[in-house]
C-alpha cells in the first residue's frame, strides 16, 4: 500500500533564517505531488505541484521554491523565511485513477518568529 | 466569488442528529468532489468523493450532487461526538488541470453529547 511521509513534523525557526521541509511517498512510482499551505483557520492553499522529476509548476508567487530531485521525494525550499510563511504545510500524492483523490501526510507545522 | 465556498460555521449539533454541510462552486468544468475531515493539528482525510449527480452513500455519510445548481453537499446521520472535526469541500477541475484540488475553507462541526 502507498505511504506519504514528512518530516520534521514541528519546527520554530527564526525570520531570515532557511527552511527545507521533506516528503517522501513509499509503494506507488512516478506519481503526481503537492505542496499545499494551510494559515490558521484557513483552507488549503496549493503552492506547487509536480509530475515528474525536475518537473515543478508553482501556483502562487511566494518565498519558497519546491524541488523534486527523486521520483519519491519531494522539498519544500526557503532561503530566508517570513513571519507570514508561518503554517501548516502538507505534502500529498495523487492516486493514480481517473478520479485522482489526494491522500495527505502528517504534515509539518512551521512557526517563524 | 471563491472557487469553492463552504458555509460558514462553526456548525453544532447534538449527539444522534443529521448533520448537513454544503459547498458550491464556481467553475462549471469541475469533475471531481471531495470531503475531507481534519482533526484539530492533524492532516486532512479523504472521507468521501462523488463525480456524477445524485447521492453516493457510506455508511453514515452521505454525499450529494447537483451540478447544475453547482453544488456539494455531505450529510452526517447519527452524528457522535467522534464526528467533530473541520470538514473541507475540494473540486477537481477539467481540463489540463494536473489532478490538483482546490480547497474550500472548511467547516468546523460540533457534536455535543
Known amino acids: 500500500s502507498q505511504t506519504i511521509h514528512q518530516w520534521p513534523a514541528t519546527l520554530v525557526q527564526p525570520v531570515g533564517s532557511p527552511l527545507s521541509l521533506e516528503c517522501t511517498v513509499e509503494?506507488?512510482?512516478?506519481?503526481?505531488l503537492y505542496w499545499y499551505r494551510q494559515a490558521a483557520g484557513r483552507g488549503l492553499q496549493l503552492l506547487f505541484y509536480?509530475?515528474?522529476?525536475?518537473?515543478i509548476s508553482s501556483e502562487v508567487p511566494q518565498n519558497l521554491s519546491a524541488s523534486r530531485p527523486q521520483d519519491r521525494q519531494f522539498i519544500l525550499s526557503s532561503k530566508k523565511l517570513l513571519l507570514s510563511d508561518s503554517g501548516f504545510y502538507l505534502c500529498?500524492?495523487?492516486?493514480?485513477?481517473?478520479?485522482?483523490?489526494?491522500?495527505f501526510g502528517e504534515g509539518s507545522r512551521l512557526t517563524v518568529l | 466569488q471563491k472557487e469553492v465556498e463552504q458555509n460558514s460555521g462553526p456548525l453544532s449539533v447534538p449527539e444522534g442528529a443529521i448533520a448537513s454541510l454544503n459547498c458550491t462552486y464556481s467553475?462549471?468544468?469541475?469533475?471531481?468532489f471531495f470531503w475531507y475531515r481534519q482533526y484539530s493539528g492533524k492532516s486532512p482525510e479523504l472521507i468521501m468523493f462523488i463525480y456524477s449527480n445524485g447521492d453516493k452513500e457510506d455508511g453514515r455519510f452521505t454525499a450529494q450532487l447537483n451540478k447544475a445548481s453547482q453544488y456539494v453537499s455531505l450529510l452526517i446521520r447519527d452524528s457522535q461526538p467522534s464526528d467533530s472535526a473541520t470538514y473541507l469541500c475540494?473540486?477537481?477541475?477539467?481540463?489540463?488541470?494536473?489532478?490538483?484540488?482546490?480547497f474550500g475553507q472548511g467547516t468546523i462541526l460540533t457534536v455535543h453529547p
Open positions: 500529498a500524492w495523487k492516486a493514480d485513477r481517473e478520479i485522482g483523490e489526494l491522500f
Open positions: 475540494a473540486v477537481k477541475s477539467g481540463g489540463t488541470s494536473y489532478g490538483k484540488l482546490t
Open positions: 509503494g506507488t512510482s512516478n506519481p503526481n
Open positions: 467553475d462549471r468544468g469541475s469533475q471531481s
Open positions: 509536480s509530475v515528474g522529476i525536475g518537473q
